[in-house]
């Protein structure tokens, strides 16, 4: 565990984040494993493998130690001292490699080649930063692939469940994640004994810059932004509502059991909430984004007997989240009682937030208003690998990159020069000594 960041003894002395290479490396990705269509990087797959191939061949030029662990993620090091000396935490940057298909060249990959420009600024001035720079590049984080989250980051930190390896299968192709991991050279034994690669003895922070995929910089004007936590959420996926079909022009308005109209109360009443919470300074997102009568059943001139519908509440506060169950239940019951209908919410998966280092934020927003680059600090809706390892207890920081037209598709943009001002701020970061907790 790190105590506490001391400030870079001399900022004139930062090294210049080796931009080109990142430029040089973006484009190599980009032909080598898209199309016209979009960037193909399959977990555990061939898009993938490239990117890693990639990253390692570079990380070798620049003479850092390369390692891979049972779930095939890349370590590339930049050491301060012998080898076989005794190692301090490092500060890692990284992020995945893999994509959705048909997405974009910079989801991920941006956090890699971030770390991998920082780390040749070092090599370039021939300056070592105080502890050991590791590049990390995870494998599999976008779940399109095998329907799990987050299974590069899990198996570096030994929480990986035998029942994925055995039970989850790759989107297309069918193959077993298992079958997947140890065709690309991992140890799938070591995984289901759950050895963690990682650690906090190694790990002293983990920082993983990554485009935004939402267009909070872009509307802002500011070209970074300083993650403060990412949202847990809670969801129901598969919920309905009950009520009776009847005639629209007879049926009065005491003997409705209307489905449509007892959901549509629950989600402005949902909404009313989120209004509530939010003026009170809870941070909240809810989304209704599944809503249907049944097709074969309802008709014009019939009230809706069935609705099917989802729900998808994300908060950085457990305790809000908690508040947001009960304003359901709430909605729920009393809906229940003045409309005559009932409601079915089905199973509810749910995620726990993650919250950032506050003196990394801290760090970063004092390096960056001393490059006078215009920061938004701001909450993550979206899922990443810094999650798994803030979970794990690991002082953890995100920097997003200003990118216009979301991601998970070809037409994310993102500008070089906001690129590189996160670099630079990375790069100043790596030069501040990590102590150790007392
Ligand atoms: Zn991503």
Not at 156 to 169: F, N, P, Q, T
Not at 270 to 294: C, K, M, N
Not at 372 to 390: E, K, S
């Amino acid at each position: 565990m790190i105590a506490s960041i001391r400030p870079a003894p001399n900022p004139a002395a930062v090294p210049e984040p080796d931009i080109a290479l990142a430029e040089k490396l973006f484009a190599e990705l980009r032909e080598r494993t898209g199309t016209a269509a979009g960037i193909t990087r399959a977990s555990y797959g061939l898009g993938e493998q490239i990117a890693h191939d990639m990253v390692r061949r570079e990380a070798n030029r620049l003479g850092m130690t390369c390692e891979t662990d049972a779930g095939c993620n890349l370590y590339a090091t930049l050491r301060t001292g012998p080898d076989g000396a005794e190692r301090r935490p490092a500060i890692f940057v990284g992020s995945h490699l893999d994509s959705v298909p048909l997405g974009g060249n910079f989801d991920g990959a941006a956090g890699v080649l971030a770390g991998l420009a920082v780390a040749a600024g070092y090599r370039r001035a021939g300056i070592l930063p105080p502890q050991d720079l590791t590049v990390a590049a995870i494998r599999a984080e976008e779940s399109t692939w095998f329907g799990a989250s987050y299974i590069g980051s899990r198996a570096a930190l030994g929480r990986l469940e035998g029942s994925e390896l055995d039970g989850v299968l790759r989107a297309g192709d069918l193959i077993r994640l298992g079958a997947a991991i140890d065709a690309a050279g991992g140890d799938t034994a070591a995984l289901r004994r759950r050895e963690a690669f990682l650690d906090q003895r190694r790990v002293g922070v983990f920082i993983e810059p990554h485009i935004e995929q939402g267009p909070a910089l872009v509307d802002e004007a500011r070209p970074v932004g300083i993650v403060t936590g990412i949202r847990g959420s809670f969801r129901h996926r598969q919920a309905r509502c009950l009520g009776v079909y009847a005639h629209s022009g007879a049926t009065p308005r005491r003997s409705r059991r209307d489905a449509a109209l007892a959901v549509a109360r629950l989600m402005v009443a949902l909404d009313d909430s989120w209004f509530r919470l939010a003026e009170a300074g809870h941070d909240l997102v809810v989304t209704f984004g599944q809503l249907a009568t049944d097709a074969a059943e309802a008709a014009f001139s019939k009230i809706a007997g069935r609705v099917d519908f989802s729900l998808d509440v994300r908060s950085q506060s457990t305790e809000t989240l908690t508040l947001m169950r009960a304003e359901l239940a709430r909605a729920v019951a009393s809906i229940e009682r003045e409309q005559g209908v009932r409601f079915e919410l089905g199973e509810e998966t749910s995620s726990q937030p993650a919250l950032m280092d506050p003196e990394i934020i801290e760090a970063f927003a004092a390096l960056a208003e001393r490059d006078d680059v215009p920061t938004l600090v701001m909450p993550c809706g979206a899922g990443h690998d810094a999650a798994v390892f803030a979970q794990a207890g690991i002082p953890t920081g995100m920097l997003f990159i200003r990118n216009r037209n979301g991601s998970h598709n070809p037409r994310e943009a993102m500008e070089m020069a906001d690129f590189a001002a996160a670099c630079r701020i990375l790069a100043a970061f790596c030069l501040r000594e990590l102590r150790p907790a007392p």
